[in-house]
């Protein structure tokens, strides 16, 4: 027997996320490419990274609610430009990535609980002479198309008139090739990320995440609008984690520890704010 809903539940989506995933004994869920330490493939193909840990434990208790233990996990890759429009449409049940949690895309989606705070910042060279945004003037500056960054980047050089030629590109893949390469000065994007970025980089020592940051990036995972029963399963379980301290232990797994593929430690210690966080969960955006 199917999931019992309520019928004013069944009428704010056409299959409840719960019902189908039980139904088709699958759930699909959505992952980044390359956005290291959160969501990423290992040598071996597997989808990793602290974002993953997080979508297992949800997935284990969608097994539990559903009464599939033998549940299919379908992963289907996303990026900042279909992330949304995929989560929307029912390919992906729930997306398990780095999305920020911004008030304009809440007409478009659901968001769980934040996971993560990121400033977004730059990543360059020791030797660039670039520390702060200001330093851009008339450089070319790299940032990921489709995300917040790439927004606040090109307002930034309307508005203060600086004569930046901005690349966005697909990922952190071409991003990093991009900014090794010299195609660009400066890649901005979420602190945490260019941090992941640089211990990809050949010489990591090389690199320096600099300036002031632009914003502050509520990371949560997103679900289709109107099903409150998914939502809550996704948030209770996200909070049982922060509180109960297993999401500390995560954290120090990914941002403390050396991580694949090369075994460099992404160095990035758990700020207060994300402490007071995981103390009292929520699902505010920052913006």
Not at 59 to 87: C, D, G, M, Y
Not at 143 to 156: A, C, D, F, K, V
Request: net charge neutral; aromatic share 6%.
């Amino acid at each position: 027997m199917l999931l019992a809903l309520s019928d004013a539940v069944r009428a704010q989506v056409a299959q409840p996320a719960l019902e189908k995933i039980q139904a088709a004994n699958r759930i699909a869920v959505g992952y980044r490419e390359a956005s290291l330490p959160f969501s990423y493939r290992d040598a071996n193909g597997h989808v990793i990274g602290f974002s993953q840990d997080i979508c297992n434990r949800i997935i284990a208790a969608v097994k539990a609610r559903t009464q599939r233990p033998n549940l299919e996990v379908r992963f289907i890759p996303v990026t900042s430009q279909n992330h949304i429009p995929l989560v929307q449409n029912g390919t992906v049940d729930l997306e398990c990535g780095v999305t920020t949690h911004l008030r304009a895309r809440q007409s478009q989606v659901t968001f769980s609980n934040t996971f993560f705070v990121a400033g977004t910042r730059l990543l360059t060279r020791k030797d660039s002479g670039i520390h702060d945004f200001k330093d851009l003037m008339g450089k070319s500056v790299l940032t990921n198309q489709g995300t917040h960054s790439e927004h606040i980047l090109r307002t930034m050089n309307l508005q203060k008139q600086m004569d930046m030629r901005v690349i966005s590109v697909k990922d952190y893949i071409e991003g990093r090739e991009a900014l090794e390469s010299g195609r660009a000065v400066a890649y901005m994007m979420d602190d945490v990320l260019l941090a992941g970025v640089r211990s990809l980089t050949t010489h990591p020592s090389d690199w320096v995440i600099v300036g002031t940051s632009q914003s502050s990036e509520a990371y949560a995972f997103m679900m289709r609008n109107g099903d409150p029963a998914f939502q809550q399963l996704v948030n209770d379980t996200m909070s049982a984690l922060m509180k109960s301290g297993e999401m500390a232990v995560l954290y120090h797994k990914w941002f403390e520890q050396p991580v694949p593929p090369h075994g460099v430690t992404i160095d990035f210690p758990m700020t207060a704010q994300l402490r007071a966080l995981y103390a009292a969960p929520d699902d505010q955006a920052l913006d």
